[in-house]
């Protein structure tokens, strides 16, 4: 656990180019954090987990978890606005579900000292292009939640790779091309970000047996909390 900390640090330490302008209101104030995410933040499959799409604060998800750290470290509060299969397109108006797309006009509400946005994953899975797809839909997010909180840091998070996709021969065959488009959204808008791949394996790895569950997808109890500290690394020391 004392390397994935330390290499944690090593990571943010390289921090997207433009993001200083992107700390003053985390780094000054730590009252309150807002999490975008998919089922990757929902506590999907966990124990405890009771059904449903969105968020169910069970307390290994590395959401719950970061939620607990940083309400007893700094009284933050935290709000989670993930949904199962969201894609970043759902964050923006002609999204699928209610849930998501009234999320930035949340944000705008709660203007949160940080906004992490935890998407990607779903694309890569249902095989929307890295390019045509995911790059603008991620800098119109990015950009909706600028304009809604001008205030807040937004951190983005490039996830683990699923050991799973939904085409038998899917075209966009790599992963790195969608966390490539997730880091250079960061480094295009200011923002930090955090790349998930170097803590934990593909899912479907034979390194990543006792991470993931069945389904390659979704980090068991112990993923979860290799997740939480890389964010909670990020929460504690990127400033």
Request: hydrophobic share 45%; proline share 6%; glycine share 8%.
């Amino acid at each position: 656990m004392v390397a994935i900390l330390a290499a944690v640090v090593a990571a943010l330490a390289a921090t997207a180019p433009g993001s200083a302008t992107a700390a003053p209101a985390w780094c000054a104030d730590h009252a309150s954090i807002a999490v975008l995410g998919d089922s990757g933040s929902t506590g999907y499959g966990l124990p405890g987990y009771p059904g449903g799409d969105v968020y169910a604060p069970t307390a290994d998800g590395w959401a719950s978890r970061i939620t607990t750290l940083a309400a007893t470290t700094w009284r933050t509060t935290t709000t989670v606005l993930a949904h199962n299969g969201a894609m970043v397109s759902d964050f923006l108006p002609g999204g699928r579900w209610p849930e998501t797309t009234a999320a930035v006009g949340r944000v705008g509400q709660l203007q949160p000292s940080l906004v992490l946005v935890e998407l990607g994953a779903n694309e890569y899975i249902q095989d929307r292009s890295p390019t045509a797809v995911l790059a603008p839909a991620y800098h119109r997010l990015v950009d909706s939640i600028k304009a809604a909180s001008p205030r807040s840091t937004i951190a983005v998070v490039a996830q683990w790779q699923a050991g799973h996709r939904n085409s038998a021969q899917p075209r966009n065959t790599s992963w790195a091309a969608y966390a490539e488009v997730i880091a250079q959204t960061a480094a295009d808008e200011g923002s930090r970000f955090l790349d998930l791949r170097q803590y934990l394996p593909p899912g479907d790895s034979a390194a990543g047996q006792g991470l993931f569950l069945a389904d390659h997808v979704h980090p068991t109890a112990a993923g979860h909390h290799v997740v939480a500290d890389a964010v909670w690394t990020l929460l504690r020391d990127d400033c």
